[in-house]
């Protein structure tokens, strides 16, 4: 289904079919008188809505959007191919931005509580989200590193089998940096964190260990087996046709599966 504006009227009289006059349709109901009148000439190939004296932009589309969702939500229930708008005379300027904007949606302004103004709710939910980021991830990775005793860096991202430059994305740029949450997995089995800390680590950086995914299966099972080894860990995903953790493949290990 098609819809054409034209201001030409003599183009859409030549068309034998079934015009519908908009404006001698009642206000009231008038989506639903619209759509009645396509049913009951519904094997026409094409027919006309008259929206002389509604050719705003909002009109037509109110009339298109309405014709539209009705015929995918009802599973076309007219089969009718073409629908022509006849307009005022207009310009093919305009008329060509009315085609542009056909399928747009009619934007409705609506009165609301949040704004950009110091509104209530605004300030409530910032306090609110405020109190939800809680710990920053870099800062919760600094405080686990100092405490598990590490006095390098690199004792942490090595055996975490990352690269120095991902771990100082994490550490040292200016905006707070998302790690990916197959790096986090591969942290948390590099600082060999218990469950809780597991938890609290992915949470921070806007991920949760959970019991679906297989890598959160997997970095579970290992925490379960106090086996801290990402070459182990690896192995398991490998097997399972996973790919593993980490950035590089580390020369000394290869995978074989028995």
Known sequence: MQFIITDDEKKVNEIDECPIDYNKIPDTDIVDQIIGQLCKISEKESTIINLRGHSEETDISFVVNSIADCYEEEDKIFNIDTIYLLVDNLSDAVIDKLTVNLHKPILQTVNH??????????????????????????????????????????????????????????????????????????????????????????????????????????????????????????????????????????????????
Request: glycine share 6%; with cysteine; proline share 3%.
């Open 113 to 258: 509580l949040f704004g950009d103004r110091g509104d209530p709710l605004k300030e409530r939910f910032e306090e609110f989200n405020s109190q939800l980021r809680g710990t920053k991830f870099k800062d919760y990775l600094i405080t686990l590193i100092d405490e598990k005793g590490y006095e390098k860096y690199s004792e942490v991202y090595k055996t975490a089998g990352i690269s120095k430059y991902t771990f100082s994305k994490i550490l040292n740029f200016s905006k707070d940096h998302k790690p990916s949450k197959d790096t986090v997995a591969a942290l948390t089995i590099g600082l060999k964190l218990s469950l809780e800390d597991a938890q609290k680590f992915y949470h921070c950086a806007g991920y949760h260990l959970g019991t679906e995914d297989l890598v959160d299966k997997v970095i579970r099972f290992f925490i379960s087996e106090s086996l801290y080894d990402i070459d182990e860990v690896n192995y398991c995903l490998y097997y399972y046709k996973h790919p593993i953790l980490g950035e590089k493949p580390r020369d000394s290990v290869k995978f074989e599966i028995d």
